[in-house]
Every structure is written in structure tokens, then in C-alpha cells.
Nanobody, 126 residues
Framework: QVHLVESGGGLVQPGGSLRLSCAAS????????IGWFRQAPGKEREGVSC????????YYGASVKGRFTISRDNAKNTVYLQMNSLKPEDTALYFC???????????????????WGQGTQVTVSS
């Protein structure tokens, strides 16, 4: 069974940086996409970024493009989200998720992802 565990969240000042980690296990398929999502109180779940296992292609939501970078370490079965120039509006519970059912599609639509981690809290405040 696919299992995802996020870590690295915390409190950071505006303009600061934070790196989130998503440790994955049970990804036996040749193709999968790992995505990062976030949800703030009172708001819908929002796609942040995703990365493909096949060619490393990435996609970013407009609100984080140029500030966040997604990457992977295959040896550690871990996907990272480097978050720079953080803003208070980035405050949210951040989830990683795995899409094992689609091929050749990069999407940060939450409904496309079937497996989810428990989330890690990111708070950006002065």
C-alpha cells in the first residue's frame, strides 16, 4: 500500500524559507506523480506543485511560481518542496499526494490524486 509522510513544516517569518519533505513507500508502478497541496482554514484545498516520476517534469500553481521548487531524491524515495520568499498567505496545512492512475499528465487538481499524507503545518508570520 502507498504510504506518504510529510515533514519539515514550522513557523517562519515573511520572506523566509522552508523545505518540506515527502517520504514515499509502496510506489511500485513505473509511473506516478507526486504533488504538493495546501489547505488553509475556511479555504478549499489548493494545488501547489507536482513532479513526474518518468521524466522529472514539474508544474507549479500560479501563486507559488518563481518562489517554490519541487525536487526528488530517488535514492531516498523522497520529494521535496523548497519554499522561498514565503508570504503570510502561504500559511496552510501542506499535504503531499500520489497519482498512480494517470500517465503523461501533470496536474495539481486534488481529485486526480488517490493517496495522501497526513499533512505538515506551515505558518508564515512576523
Amino acid at each position: 500500500q502507498v504510504h506518504l509522510v510529510e515533514s519539515g513544516g514550522g513557523l517562519v517569518q515573511p520572506g523566509g524559507s522552508l523545505r518540506l519533505s515527502c517520504a514515499a513507500s509502496g510506489l511500485t508502478t513505473d509511473y506516478h506523480t507526486i504533488g504538493w497541496f495546501r489547505q488553509a482554514p475556511g479555504k478549499e484545498r489548493e494545488g501547489v506543485s507536482c513532479i513526474s516520476s518518468t521524466d522529472g517534469s514539474t508544474y507549479y500553481g500560479a501563486s507559488v511560481k518563481g518562489r517554490f521548487t519541487i525536487s526528488r531524491d530517488n535514492a531516498k524515495n523522497t520529494v521535496y518542496l523548497q519554499m522561498n520568499s514565503l508570504k503570510p498567505e502561504d500559511t496552510a496545512l501542506y499535504f503531499c499526494a500520489a497519482d498512480l492512475t494517470h500517465f503523461g499528465v501533470l496536474t495539481i487538481r486534488p481529485s486526480s490524486y488517490g493517496y495522501w499524507g497526513q499533512g505538515t503545518q506551515v505558518t508564515v508570520s512576523s
